[in-house]
Nanobody, 120 residues
């Protein structure tokens, strides 16, 4: 099995910064894409940012220029540096990863989520 454990959420004032981390552990052959999603109350889960195994990134329009996704392949960890935070960034943030369990078997995993609250 594979576990994704997020950390770094919390309460911050508008304009502030937070850094989220997500570490993958367990039966991992390799990890393909990793990403961050978020879900605000009453809304659908949405993609925030995604990074491929080769380092290519894509961002939601609402966070581009404010958030930066990165990864440390040696640590099986993905990060989300969030700056210039706005109240509308308030949500539960979830880590996601496409993990090769063995060379011929790939599964998709979610973390348990971490709350980010931005006060105005």
């Amino acid at each position: 099995q594979v576990q994704l454990v997020e950390s770094g959420g919390g309460l911050v004032q508008a304009g502030g910064s937070l850094r989220l981390s997500c570490a993958a552990s367990g039966s991992i052959f390799s990890i393909n894409a990793m990403g961050w999603y978020r879900q605000a109350p009453g809304k659908q889960r949405e993609l925030v940012a995604r990074i491929t195994g080769g380092g290519s990134t894509n961002y939601a329009d609402s966070v581009r220029g404010r958030f930066t996704i990165s990864r440390d392949n040696a640590k099986n960890t993905v990060y989300l540096q969030m700056s210039s935070l706005k109240p509308e960034d308030t949500a539960v943030y979830y880590c996601n990863a496409d993990v090769w369990i063995i060379a011929t078997m790939r599964n998709n995993y979610w973390g348990q989520g971490t709350q980010v609250t931005v006060s105005s």
